[in-house]
Protein backbone atom coordinates (compact mmCIF):
# COMPACT_ATOMS: atom_id res chain seq x y z
CA UNK A 1 0.00 0.00 0.00
CA UNK A 2 2.62 2.54 0.95
CA UNK A 3 4.47 2.18 -2.88
CA UNK A 4 0.75 3.11 -4.03
CA UNK A 5 0.43 6.00 -2.14
CA UNK A 6 3.70 7.08 -2.96
CA UNK A 7 2.35 6.85 -6.70
CA UNK A 8 -0.74 8.42 -6.34
CA UNK A 9 1.45 11.41 -4.88
CA UNK A 10 4.30 11.60 -7.23
CA UNK A 11 1.40 11.38 -9.80
CA UNK A 12 -0.41 14.65 -8.04
CA UNK A 13 2.94 16.41 -7.99
CA UNK A 14 3.90 16.20 -11.25
CA UNK A 15 -0.32 17.24 -12.12
CA UNK A 16 0.85 20.38 -10.65
CA UNK A 17 3.89 21.23 -11.49
CA UNK A 18 2.96 20.65 -15.41
CA UNK A 19 -0.13 23.24 -14.44
CA UNK A 20 1.84 25.08 -12.80
CA UNK A 21 4.49 25.11 -15.41
CA UNK A 22 2.47 25.44 -18.20
CA UNK A 23 0.97 28.77 -17.40
CA UNK A 24 4.10 30.48 -17.45
CA UNK A 25 4.66 32.63 -20.55
CA UNK A 26 8.08 32.58 -20.76
CA UNK A 27 8.05 28.57 -21.15
CA UNK A 28 7.30 27.67 -24.56
CA UNK A 29 6.94 23.85 -25.12
CA UNK A 30 7.94 23.13 -28.38
CA UNK A 31 5.63 20.37 -28.89
CA UNK A 32 2.91 22.99 -28.80
CA UNK A 33 1.25 24.87 -31.52
CA UNK A 34 0.75 28.75 -31.42
CA UNK A 35 -1.68 30.11 -34.32
CA UNK A 36 -0.94 33.56 -35.81
CA UNK A 37 -3.00 36.22 -34.62
CA UNK A 38 -4.55 39.15 -37.02
CA UNK A 39 -5.89 42.24 -35.62
CA UNK A 40 -7.04 45.23 -37.81
CA UNK A 41 -7.59 46.21 -41.20
CA UNK A 42 -5.44 44.17 -44.01
CA UNK A 43 -3.50 46.79 -45.69
CA UNK A 44 -2.77 45.56 -49.25
CA UNK A 45 -0.77 47.81 -51.44
CA UNK A 46 -3.06 47.21 -54.13
CA UNK A 47 -5.69 48.80 -52.23
CA UNK A 48 -3.47 51.49 -50.83
CA UNK A 49 -2.44 52.25 -54.21
CA UNK A 50 -5.94 53.04 -55.46
CA UNK A 51 -6.19 56.21 -53.24
CA UNK A 52 -5.92 59.58 -54.57
CA UNK A 53 -6.33 62.99 -52.93
CA UNK A 54 -9.93 64.29 -53.31
CA UNK A 55 -11.88 61.27 -52.91
CA UNK A 56 -14.75 61.71 -50.63
CA UNK A 57 -15.05 59.53 -47.39
CA UNK A 58 -17.60 57.06 -48.68
CA UNK A 59 -14.73 56.65 -51.15
CA UNK A 60 -12.40 55.68 -49.42
CA UNK A 61 -14.52 53.18 -47.43
CA UNK A 62 -15.30 51.67 -50.44
CA UNK A 63 -11.63 50.73 -51.50
CA UNK A 64 -10.34 50.23 -47.62
CA UNK A 65 -12.79 49.31 -45.54
CA UNK A 66 -13.84 50.58 -42.39
CA UNK A 67 -11.12 52.18 -40.31
CA UNK A 68 -10.18 50.80 -36.98
CA UNK A 69 -10.16 53.81 -35.55
CA UNK A 70 -12.45 57.33 -36.41
CA UNK A 71 -10.53 60.07 -34.19
CA UNK A 72 -13.96 61.01 -31.71
CA UNK A 73 -12.76 64.38 -31.51
CA UNK A 74 -11.75 64.68 -35.08
CA UNK A 75 -13.89 62.77 -37.32
CA UNK A 76 -11.79 63.80 -40.26
CA UNK A 77 -8.91 62.09 -38.81
CA UNK A 78 -8.95 57.84 -40.27
CA UNK A 79 -6.47 55.61 -38.57
CA UNK A 80 -6.16 51.77 -40.33
CA UNK A 81 -4.21 49.43 -38.23
CA UNK A 82 -3.37 46.21 -39.07
CA UNK A 83 -0.41 43.72 -36.61
CA UNK A 84 -0.18 39.89 -37.10
CA UNK A 85 1.22 37.96 -34.67
CA UNK A 86 3.02 34.73 -35.46
CA UNK A 87 3.54 31.16 -33.66
CA UNK A 88 6.83 32.29 -32.78
CA UNK A 89 6.28 35.69 -31.22
CA UNK A 90 7.51 38.49 -34.23
CA UNK A 91 5.16 40.92 -34.68
CA UNK A 92 4.94 43.00 -37.77
CA UNK A 93 2.70 45.87 -37.33
CA UNK A 94 1.55 48.63 -40.05
CA UNK A 95 -0.26 51.96 -39.67
CA UNK A 96 -2.21 54.52 -42.12
CA UNK A 97 -3.96 57.44 -41.34
CA UNK A 98 -5.88 59.40 -43.42
CA UNK A 99 -6.58 63.43 -43.21
CA UNK A 100 -9.55 64.61 -44.62
CA UNK A 101 -10.94 68.38 -45.12
CA UNK A 102 -14.48 68.97 -46.00
CA UNK A 103 -15.19 65.70 -46.99
CA UNK A 104 -12.50 64.74 -49.22
CA UNK A 105 -9.03 62.83 -48.43
CA UNK A 106 -6.11 65.85 -48.77
CA UNK A 107 -2.84 64.18 -47.15
CA UNK A 108 -2.09 61.21 -45.28
CA UNK A 109 1.07 59.53 -42.62
CA UNK A 110 2.18 56.33 -41.33
CA UNK A 111 4.75 53.41 -42.40
CA UNK A 112 2.57 52.43 -45.36
CA UNK A 113 1.33 55.21 -47.95
CA UNK A 114 0.05 55.03 -51.62
CA UNK A 115 2.95 55.02 -54.26
CA UNK A 116 1.29 56.94 -56.61
CA UNK A 117 1.04 60.16 -55.27
CA UNK A 118 -1.46 61.73 -56.97
CA UNK A 119 0.43 63.85 -59.15
CA UNK A 120 -2.87 65.62 -60.62
CA UNK A 121 -3.74 67.54 -57.29
CA UNK A 122 -0.22 68.34 -57.04
CA UNK A 123 -0.10 69.74 -61.05
CA UNK A 124 -3.22 71.36 -59.84
CA UNK A 125 -2.05 73.10 -56.57
CA UNK A 126 0.73 74.88 -58.13
CA UNK A 127 -1.22 75.76 -61.49
CA UNK A 128 -3.03 77.44 -58.74
CA UNK A 129 -0.61 78.96 -56.91
CA UNK A 130 1.02 80.35 -60.26
CA UNK A 131 -2.28 82.07 -60.97
CA UNK A 132 -2.33 83.60 -57.56
CA UNK A 133 1.68 84.74 -58.71
CA UNK A 134 0.39 85.99 -62.06
CA UNK A 135 -2.67 87.88 -60.62
CA UNK A 136 -0.40 89.66 -57.99
CA UNK A 137 2.13 90.51 -60.69
CA UNK A 138 -0.69 92.01 -62.80
CA UNK A 139 -2.21 93.67 -59.63
CA UNK A 140 1.51 95.47 -59.06
CA UNK A 141 1.93 96.37 -62.59
CA UNK A 142 -1.67 98.45 -62.13
CA UNK A 143 -0.77 99.56 -59.29
CA UNK A 144 2.50 101.09 -60.95
CA UNK A 145 0.60 102.45 -63.95
CA UNK A 146 -1.75 104.33 -61.61
CA UNK A 147 1.29 105.66 -59.63
CA UNK A 148 3.12 107.27 -63.39
Request: charged residues 30%; glycine residues 4%; positive net charge.
Given at each position: ????????????????????????????????????????????????????????????Q???????????????????????????????K??????????????????????????????S????????????????????????
Open positions: MPKAHNNIRRLVIVCICSLMFSGCSSIKFPWVYRINVQQGNILDKEDIDQLEFGMTKRQVYVMGSPMLIDTFNQDRWTYYYSRRDGKGNTRRQLTLHFEEDKYVRHEGDITPSNENKKVERLNDEEAHATEQALKATEKKKKAAF
